[in-house]
């Protein structure tokens, strides 16, 4: 009942931007940590940037000083903002949330289906 909808990606050129955005929908009640993570051809998926539910924040090294991460829990919405950003950062991008459904007391992890970014040299 819960959904993740990543939105934002799309073909820029090195040293441009792009701001990524993923909400979530559904029976939620509360939502804990949010997440970034990318696959690039070839590779595994690996977390880039993490927010917790007090706004403490943990990026990548690759990350760090180009992209941020927030959140907006009244729109239950988590953004990345990314600039500068390079030919090898080229991958599907996919936010995470853990999510505790309506009427549930655990915690669950939800994934979107991903954004593909595309950084041209």
């Known amino acids: 009942q819960v959904q993740l909808v990543e939105s934002g990606g799309g073909l820029v050129q090195a040293g441009g931007a792009l701001r990524l955005s993923c909400a979530a929908s559904?029976?939620?009640?509360?939502?804990?940590?949010m997440g970034w993570y990318r696959q690039a051809p070839g590779a595994q998926r690996a977390l880039v940037a993490g927010?917790?539910?007090?706004?403490?924040?943990d990026y990548k090294y690759y990350a760090k000083g180009r992209f941020t991460i927030s959140r907006d829990d009244a729109k239950n919405t988590v953004y990345l903002q990314m600039n500068s950003l390079k030919p090898e950062d080229t991958a599907v991008y996919y936010c995470?949330?853990?999510?505790?459904?309506?009427?549930?007391?655990?915690?669950?992890?939800?994934w979107g289906k991903g954004t593909l970014v595309t950084v041209s040299s």
């Open positions: 995470s949330m853990g999510i505790i459904s309506t009427g549930y007391s655990y915690s669950m992890d939800y």
């Open positions: 559904g029976s939620i009640c509360r939502i804990n940590a």
């Open positions: 927010i917790t539910s007090g706004g403490i924040t």
